[in-house]
């Protein structure tokens, strides 16, 4: 049997060696049969095989990322696109667009954020109210008063933490106790020793509990006050 490669001719008897040709690359002689291909070739083919296999897997790979798109579809998208795009850079107008979004998102922010600050000031400016008033009646001031009083408590206290607090450079005002701070009650008690013609118990002339200071002029007097010194209203 003829062996397919041999490295020496002494091997082929002499009648076959014609049959041989020498392989310049690896120096050994190699039998020339029709339709036989040679290792090296074989090897070549199976490479590019490989190679060409790779690369069709990544081009379906890449393909299905495309799947349930009409190209029909797509071309007649491009022709408008283009069409769109006239003299323009895309760059550009995809730029504008974005930052007019983010214009009319941040006056959109802006807005609701006014919005929000001020509905706070109203809740906070009413909880303040409530509080102030009902630890004036709770004090004795008298119910004409109470817009004089909320009126004296404006810019004093301010909300913290759900309550109303009485602040001064950023700090809470500490009651009598020193440790807790000056509540609504407190500071309306001591409203009463300042202005006594808030309070039930300072009106009128001679009565228990003092006079009221009549030194004010009637016509600077708040209502409050006429009540307080027992003068009708005009």
Known sequence: MLKYIVDSLDSVNEQHRGLYVKNEETGKYQLQVEGVVPKNRLDEFRDNNITLTNEKNS???????????????????????????????????????????????????QELTNK?????????????????????????????????????????????????????????????????????????????KEAPYFFADNHGGGGKGGSFNTEVPRDQMTAAQKIAAGLNQP
């Open 59 to 109: 081009l379906a790979d890449k393909l299905k990322s495309f799947e349930g798109i009409d190209p029909t579809k797509w071309s007649e998208y491009k022709t408008k696109a283009e069409a769109f795009k006239g003299d323009q850079d895309i760059d550009k107008i995809v730029q504008a667009r974005l930052e007019a979004a983010t214009k009319a998102h941040g006056e959109t922010v």
């Open 116 to 192: 929000l600050t001020e509905t706070t000031g109203q809740y906070y400016k009413t909880l303040i109210g409530t509080e102030v008033r009902t630890a004036a009646l709770k004090a004795g001031a008298l119910p004409a008063a109470l817009i004089d009083i909320e009126n004296r408590a404006n810019g004093t206290f301010s909300v913290i933490n759900g309550k109303a607090v009485i602040m001064k450079d950023g700090q809470p005002v500490y009651g009598a106790d020193g440790v807790n701070p000056m509540s609504p009650f407190e500071w309306a008690k001591n409203l009463a």
